[in-house]
């Protein structure tokens, strides 16, 4: 049954270690996080941007995808079904469909605004016993021709969102998503420490995880970063492993061109590259 993100990322928190958010865009990438968590026993959730959304023509297949998969496949450690990055309507669409959690990016917003939509939500959210992350300074990315460093939140707009209730707190720190530019001065740990001594025991929320060197991950940790999102990477092994595999020709060798046998070196792809990331970010062992 799929559970909601508070209480792993509570428990993360305490215990100095962040739970991946690993984003999902079909069957493949969902078997593949899933086992990959239970063989680590590690809670885990999955996230679903608007677009992965679409893709999977509309959440509420998602939700029947997962959490048919809980079952058939046995899965006992705590799962989180997330909306990432999701517009006010997007949020209503997903707690509707199942969801057990959401993200509200209300970051684009003036300030009050982003106040205003995030206090209804965490009224929605708390009577459904569901999660919900709010952003506050947006997480910029390459497509949005971010140089050198990404944009960093006003550690007192933090507190203030915080206060809501929301669950967990996506900052700005100078992350972007997708791939970090050369020139890319590296995370501000000193807005990190200044969000989370304001915010207490909020679990903060590190965006673009995909590159971002591990001791930098170690001490945003440190710092009480407990959710970290990857979406990227598991992109890149996936497309590089399908690429050796046609490149070899082995899609013309027998039955090769079988989607079963053609998408298989990606999926184990995706798999080693979470169970990379469970590690560093110390969760395994921790359902
Ligand atoms: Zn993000």
Redesign the pocket.
Known sequence: MLVSAKEMLEKAKAGHYAVAQININNLEWTKAVLTTAQELNSPVILGVSEGAGKYMTGYKTVVGMVNGMLEELNITVPVALHL??GSYEGCLKCIEAGFSSI?F?GSHYPIEENVAKTTELVKICAEKGMSLEA?VGS?GGEEDGVIGRGECADPQECKQIADLGVTML?AGIGNI?GKYPDNWEGLSFETLDAVQKLTGSMPLVL??GTGIPADMIKKSIELGVSKI?V?TECQWSFAAATREYIEAGKDKEGKGFDPRKLLAPGTAAIKATVKDKMELFGSVGKA
Request: no cysteine; charged share 25%; net charge negative.
């Open positions: 990432d990055h993200m990016d952003e997480i996506a998503h965006h673009g999102n979406n």
